[in-house]
């Protein structure tokens, strides 16, 4: 028997929990405040059409349906990006950010070799390790998080990099870092951006989340930046999982950035073949979706004020969170007003974590990861004292 995912594991025993107040706090899943997933209005209208013409169900191109790719590389780069207009970009179609990252991790192997190595952050979403290690990567962590402040060890983070072989593969978590919840702002991407460049290193940029903390634009401020800075090639993963809320029809991207448009070209045909080997061609319908709201003035409106409420959502679930907690007495929860997205490092220890599940049936994971996305001004009260007790 392999291990069991251990994310997977606790929302298993969420669900055998027969208690009625539970709460689980261990997905990794944006929920309104009802608790339910949103099926966003933008996406409804889109599946409508889709359903009323009926058009025929061929196979996509292998790299993916052009109408998708097109409108993911100008919401990565932005609309008249100097990267995009000079044919730089690579971009194909992925079986969500997963896809991406594995299609993007077997390639690098390929052309990297027995060389392959990738720096990534300590800590980071787990399945970065397995896809990257699965595709025959060596591994070297990163400092990252600090945990006293639970804030970013960004002097740490500077000397890691700084001392990596030219040619490391940095993995980089664009925004909204899974687990912690703990960002960089601009002014520390950019002096990442230089030392990439200056040591030689390969930027891996992981976004998963654009839109979900301060809007589309500024959470792509790594990508930008990476675009602007004249490094020839880096990589860019992006799900729309979140962001459109489709997690099950597995809608990601894969952009590789290449010196010039003909190397972009070979960059594509590499893709391209491994992508065939793999799986042959993506799955047609997701696309359809997030192509369908991109490429409609009024739909993409009504996707960008779907996508404000889920952010506006989630930064009033975390200032009420930490308002009841300073309320109740409990020690600082500050930090996590200054954290991003759905997650955050709580600082909660394995012990408080346990009582929280049995003692209040609240879910969360070891490490003291919440997902603050799942907190409702329904539960957020109940929450809040169990927390505060487990902290006394
Ligand atoms: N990267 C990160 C950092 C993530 O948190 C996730 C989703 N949990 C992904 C990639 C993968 O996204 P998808 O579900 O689209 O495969």
């Known amino acids: 028997m392999a291990p069991g995912d251990p994310i997977l594991g606790l929302t298993e025993k969420y669900l055998a929990d027969p208690r009625s107040n539970k709460v689980n706090l261990g997905v990794g899943v944006y929920s309104d405040d009802q608790g339910r997933l949103p099926v966003l209005k933008a996406v409804q209208q889109v599946e409508q059409a889709l359903v009323r013409d009926q058009s025929p169900r061929g196979y996509l191109p292998i790299d993916g349906l052009p109408a998708y790719t097109a409108a993911t590389q100008k919401l990565l780069f932005g609309a008249g990006s100097a990267v995009l207009e000079a044919g730089r970009a690579a971009t194909v179609q992925t079986i969500g950010g997963s896809g991406a990252l594995r299609v993007g991790a077997d390639m690098l192997k390929q052309v990297l070799g027995d060389k392959a190595t990738l720096a990534i952050s300590n800590p980071s979403w787990g399945n970065h390790h397995a896809v990257f290690r699965t595709a025959g ?41 899974n687990p912690t919840g703990v960002d960089l702002d601009a002014t520390q991407w950019a002096q990442v951006v230089a030392l990439l460049k200056e040591r030689n290193l390969l930027p891996f940029v992981d976004m998963a989340y654009q839109g979900f903390d301060k809007g589309i634009d500024a959470d792509a401020t790594a990508v930008r930046l990476l675009a602007d800075s004249g490094i020839e090639n880096f990589v860019v993963a992006n799900s729309y999982s979140k962001s459109f809320s489709l997690y099950g029809e597995r809608v990601g991207a894969l952009s590789f950035v290449g010196a010039d448009r003909d190397e972009a070209a070979r960059l594509r045909s590499k893709i391209k073949q491994t992508i ?42 975390r200032a009420g969170f930490v308002d009841k907690l300073a309320a109740l007495g409990a020690p600082d929860f500050g930090f996590i007003n200054q954290q991003a997205g759905m997650f955050s490092y709580s600082g909660l220890s394995k012990e408080q974590v346990d009582r929280l599940r049995e003692e209040h049936a609240i879910y969360a994971l070891s490490s003291g990861r919440i997902c603050v996305a799942a907190l409702t001004t329904g539960n957020l009260d109940y929450v809040a004292r169990a927390v505060a007790e487990v902290c006394r």
């Open 276 to 317: 065939r080997a793999n799986y042959s061609s993506p799955a047609a319908h997701g696309a359809k979706l997030v192509a369908g709201v991109l490429g409609s003035p009024e739909l993409r409106t009504l996707w960008e004020q779907e996508l404000r409420e889920m952010r506006e959502r989630i930064h009033a679930m």
């Open 137 to 177: 990567f060596k591994l070297i962590d990163y400092r990252y998080y600090d945990a006293p402040t639970r804030g970013l060890d960004f002097a740490g983070m500077l000397e890691d990099l700084g001392k990596l072989e030219p040619g490391t593969v940095v993995l980089l978590h664009a925004c909204c870092h």
